[in-house]
């Protein structure tokens, strides 16, 4: 499990630089930058989920085909993935002039509503580098290559890094953009991972083995087969980011103060939960290869092995969320206006209390619910995310919060129940054992039956 996903967690981690530098620059910049940029990374992602989620899970396809012993069907499916990015990107742009109307809903302050409107176009225009990056690395992490994702990764953070600090604050002949120039930072680095991780994958060893060339026609039935197991991974995607996205305008509309403390919360909480979903790719990979492989038992250990490891990493970085906030916040505040981040301070110190509760049961969640997906269990996942996150968490928090006129406390509240829920209700679920029966492949000389998980 470690040797499979420690590069992979490597990998995540960089992006989570990413986003931390980048939210330290911003806030540095403005502390309506900072709130902005948060709100529409959310609803950015939202949209982008449905896309990223499906693009992603070649993932279990690559495994299985590299478990069953068939590797001239990795390159096939892999295409299948290359297609549905470049569908997406083209989608994505369509839905750009949405952008400004979506954000005057929200009710924030005109100079957030700015930033928002900025950032969130920016991305979602430039949306097909980032969900092709990321279903081009499935090649290499379902074989277990994840040494090559985690180069990439590297290279990939380091020019979004550079980038941010000479276009966010106009060095070097560029212009100072603020939100504009993280965002462009981000699509650009992105490109550049996504050409990267191409360029690999055309190496002739590649396309001898795996048919990476031989293997770029259009199938419909392995693409109609992403679809099917894909697009509820993507739907999870899409219904949890909007629900937070949600969740972060309902905080909003307590006050800017209470949205920043609120964004430097979820940042600090992306920061040391990020290498986690390196180990849930890890989880799927292994599921997938071992049930590829018809070894289940073995399937099930590494899922178990995986949430072992995770538990003692985030015990330890929720004692860090309890008994450290200052220095974790500290970075955040060493160019921040300080009489602006003297406000955001003691509330960003009471909301990392609620994420060192909630971020074992977010794990629980994460690693087993990957095993679920490495195996093609995907719906049960999408409908139990969609109903907690409206019952547990949004609905109570718009009553308390918006028409009661409850504060931030209650509104975190209300979100950590829904995490907490989730994640114990996936527990039991994947404890049922029922995911061991099921495969995403074609068996040989036939097409895969179509009876979905229940």
Known sequence: MLVISYPLILSHMSFTIQTFVDRIFLTWYSSEAIAGSMTA?????????????????????????????????????????????????????????????????????????ACEVTYASII????????????????????????????????????????????????AGFPRAGVAGAALATVAS???????????????TYRTRFATLAGRALDWSL?????????????????????????????????????AASSLAFNLNMLVFMPMIGMGVGVSSLVGRYLGANRPEIAERSTWSAFRMSMLYMTLCGAAYVF??????????????????????????????????????????LIFASGLKGAGDTVYPLGLSVFLSWVAML?????????????????????SAYIILLGLLIVHR??????????VIEPHGGEIGEAAAS
């Open 41 to 113: 990374l959310f609803v950015a992602w939202v949209v982008m989920g449905l896309f990223l989620g499906t693009g992603e899970y070649v993932v279990t396809f690559v495994a299985q085909y590299t478990g069953a012993g068939r590797p001239e069907r990795i390159g096939p499916a892999v295409w299948q993935g290359i297609y549905f990015a470049i569908l997406a990107g083209l989608s994505l742009a369509a839905l750009g002039p949405l952008v400004g109307p979506v954000f005057s809903l929200a009710g924030h302050a005109p100079a957030v509503r």
């Open 190 to 204: 992105q490109a550049v991972g996504a050409g990267v991780f191409f360029g690999i994958m055309m190496r002739s």
């Open 324 to 365: 450290a906030p200052r220095l974790l916040l500290s970075p955040y505040a060493a160019g921040a206006d300080a009489a602006s981040f003297a406000r955001l301070e003691p509330i960003a110190i009471v909301l990392l209390k609620f994420v060192a509760l909630y971020s074992i049961f977010d794990m629980m969640n």
């Open 430 to 439: 994947f404890r049922k054992g029922r995911w061991k029966s099921l495969r």
């Open 124 to 171: 979602i225009y430039g949306a097909c580098p980032t969900v092709m990056m990321a279903t081009l690395s499935t090649f290499f992490s379902g074989r277990g290559e994840t040494l090559t994702v985690l180069a990439v990764n590297l290279l990939v953070t380091a020019v979004n890094v550079v980038l941010d600090y000479l276009w966010i604050f106009g060095h």
């Open 223 to 259: 693409f109609r087969r992403l679809l099917r197991y894909g697009l509820p991974n993507g739907l999870q995607y899409t219904g949890e980011i909007f629900a937070f996205a949600i969740f972060m305008v309902l905080v909003g509309r307590i006050g800017t103060d209470e949205l």
């Open 395 to 415: 609905i109570p928090a718009y009553i308390a919060c918006v028409r009661m006129g409850g504060g931030v406390l209650i509104a975190w509240t209300a979100a």
